[in-house]
């Protein structure tokens, strides 16, 4: 694959997580575990993703001027992620997420987004230039959706490919204008049935949703299932990819793992059944590691894996035999 550039503008936020027994109900404490600290956001994950994979990766956001800012960008620069476009707010914290996860690996998240949510539309013209030279635009919803439609206009009218990941689930429907603008949609399960407004219990709910999500705009639709694989919507009828057996200890970057992995072998023009085996390959190693950022795979594991385990999910299947 030849190195593409991605920009991808969106949240980064420090991850302090939990990896205890269970997620506790409202209004309950559950005792014991381990606690860690990891760099997080899904807009800063799938920069890392995308780069581990061998991209030159962009990453465009804003963190607070604190420690926890300073240590962000400090790990992004480590990956070799170009933030030259990340702002540092003064006196504005930066982006906090609460992660449990529990023995089997199911996880809950809030987050409190700090300079994520001052990225404005002005700050995306301002790094139109940048956004036109790239072979793809990576975009997600953890950031002001006025900063979003601005990215995916500026990408839109220059031809450059956009992928969006619309998590975490939009409150309110997406603007039409935003879907327009979008190529590929990489929605979870979750996610593609608050975009559609009807509940996805199965395969078959996401091959409907998949069509009404295809309806709105974008040439290809991804809806992903977690260890059930993903239902893929390109040209003809939606198909079912299995996903590849693993041991998972937390899937928590998983989606995040997925979606810098399709973005990298999208954009080098891969078609789009060798991408969707690229990134949930990179999708299951994530599920196998806990963490964010330290669970996302690199090009070599990911090689690896697909050489040694190729076989076991690369195989479509009608969703409608
Ligand atoms: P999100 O984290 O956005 O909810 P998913 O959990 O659907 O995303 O995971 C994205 C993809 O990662 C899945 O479609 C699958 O390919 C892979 N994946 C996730 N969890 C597992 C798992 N437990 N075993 C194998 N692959 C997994």
Excluded at 113 to 129: Q, R
Excluded at 265 to 282: E, K, L, M, S
Excluded at 291 to 302: D, F, K, M
């Amino acid at each position: 694959m030849k190195r593409v550039v991605i920009t991808v503008v969106g949240s980064s936020n420090t991850d302090m997580v939990i990896q205890g027994t269970r997620i506790p109900a409202p209004g309950e404490t559950c005792v014991g575990g381990r606690f860690f600290m990891a760099a997080g956001g899904k807009g800063a994950n799938q920069a890392v993703a995308a780069s581990r994979l061998g991209a030159e990766v962009h990453f465009v956001g804003a963190v607070g001027d604190d420690w926890l800012g300073r240590q962000a960008l400090d790990g992004l620069r480590a990956e070799g992620i170009h933030i030259e476009h990340v702002h540092s707010r003064p006196g504005v914290p930066s982006g906090v997420a609460l992660i449990l996860v529990s023995r089997t690996g199911e996880n809950a998240i809030a987050v409190a987004p700090g300079a994520n949510e001052t990225l404005t539309s002005s700050d995306i013209e301002a790094v139109a230039p940048l956004i036109r030279c790239s072979d793809l635009l990576l975009l997600q919803l953890e950031i002001p959706l006025d900063a979003v439609c601005a990215a995916a206009r500026v990408a839109r009218n220059a031809g450059v490919r956009v992928l969006l990941d619309p998590a975490p689930a939009p409150v309110h429907p997406l603007p039409r204008e935003l879907i327009a603008c979008v190529d590929l949609i990489k929605p979870n399960f979750v996610e593609a049935a608050r975009l559609v407004g009807h509940e996805i219990q199965d395969r078959h709910d996401a091959a409907t949703a998949a069509k009404e999500l295809r309806a709105m705009g974008p040439n290809i639709v991804i809806i992903t299932l977690g260890s059930d694989g993903v239902v893929v919507l390109a040209d003809g009828e939606p198909e079912h990819v299995p996903a590849f057996p693993v041991n998972a200890v937390d899937t928590t970057a998983a989606g995040d793992a997925f979606a810098g992995a399709l973005a990298v072998a999208w954009a080098t023009g891969t078609n789009i059944r060798n991408a969707v085996r690229f990134a949930a390959a990179a999708g299951a190693l994530a599920a196998t590691k806990p963490g964010a950022q330290p669970s996302l795979p690199t090009r070599a594991e990911v090689e690896l894996f697909l050489a040694a385990r190729g076989n076991e999910s690369s195989e479509r299947r009608d969703l409608y035999p």
